[in-house]
């Protein structure tokens, strides 16, 4: 990659990070983005500063010929997009060639829904599963934390143990960005949170008489990050699928975040309030757990239904005899 393109791309995460707080993670897929871009443009004898609109687009087909989902290829136009802007915006170009180009429509895919029961029974696995006393006391607050608050698993790993002092109804968490956002705490989440802080702060006081260094996370590790980490806890949550007989491949972090939502609304719970404790920026992205109730009214009605039995129908779609 060339001197001035490296400039461009460091250029930009600097001021996505700076502007806007982009989260670590993203700057990293969009630096890898963008240096497929580079590497197209560079088989082609361009770069950033001299790409047309055509050679965006031909990107984007190029793309499409490598089989990758329009999730993917929809990002790497974003990517490329705000690139441009930024490049505008700073003098670097003259124009935007990516401003008018439309990316690939987005399937709508509606979130895995796990049941109430189906949680019940992932959080009574996380009470029992451990190989101390200690371990299932972590487990368990890991757990009832996540289903209480809604949290990515980012935010609960590396959640740091100075936010869970002070009001116990309530939870102070890092969202994107570095924006805080309080969430409330349920009962049950409370009283595993104060369970595992007490565990916690028997730990520290060893550690200290010891002379050993004292995390400030609320669920450390021995790991260079210093907390447990996504993968280790997308593993146990998994371990937690089995435990419980619930199907795994509908079990991961992400979709304890969506039960969250989904049986706040079914509830009755008010969409801002719950976008608000997801730390969404835009309702619309809240709205999704809008469709996903609907959809499973939809399917109630169609399984438990007296009329959705076929014998109480006939082929003309008249109630039968039977049922008057």
Not at 225 to 253: C, D, M, N, Q
Not at 277 to 301: F, P, S
Request: aromatic share 6%.
């Amino acid at each position: 990659m060339q001197t001035d393109t490296f400039h461009w791309i460091s250029s930009f995460l600097e001021a996505q990070s700076a502007e806007l707080g982009a989260a670590t993670n993203t700057q990293l897929a969009y630096g890898r983005d963008l240096k497929d871009f580079d590497a197209f443009l560079a088989g082609r004898d361009l770069n950033f500063a001299d790409a047309s609109r055509a050679d965006v687009e031909g990107y984007l087909v190029y793309c499409d010929a490598q089989g990758l989902a329009k999730s993917t290829r929809a990002r790497r136009l974003s990517a490329i997009k705000q690139l441009y802007r930024f490049a505008f915006e700073e003098g670097l170009r003259s124009d935007n060639p990516a401003i008018q180009i439309s990316g690939p429509g987005l399937d709508k895919r509606l979130p895995k829904i796990l049941t109430e029961a189906e949680v019940d029974l992932l959080l009574a696995a996380a009470r029992s599963s451990g190989r101390s006393r200690s371990d299932q006391q972590r487990n368990t607050c890991l757990m009832e934390l996540l289903y209480a608050t809604g949290m990515r698993v980012s935010e609960l790993v590396s959640l740091p143990i100075a936010a869970t002092r002070g009001d116990p109804r309530l939870l102070l968490i890092m969202g994107k960005g570095g924006k805080e956002r309080m969430v409330p705490l349920s009962p049950p989440a409370r009283e595993a949170l104060a369970v595992w802080l007490e565990t916690r702060d028997a730990l520290d006081e060893e550690n200290r008489l010891a002379r050993k260094p004292v995390s400030r996370f609320l669920f450390p590790s021995r790991g260079k990050s210093g907390h447990l980490t996504r993968h280790w806890f997308y593993l146990l949550i998994k371990e937690f699928a089995v435990a419980a007989g619930v199907e795994p491949g509908k079990v991961t972090p992400h979709t304890l975040r969506h039960a969250f939502a989904t049986h706040l609304l079914a509830n009755g719970a008010d969409l801002r309030a719950i976008q608000t404790m997801l730390g969404h920026a835009d309702v619309a992205t809240t709205e999704i757990y809008t469709h996903v109730l609907e959809e499973r009214l939809a399917e109630l009605v169609l399984e438990r239904h007296p009329l959705a039995n076929d014998g109480r129908r006939n082929s003309a779609g008249k109630i039968s005899s039977d049922g008057q």
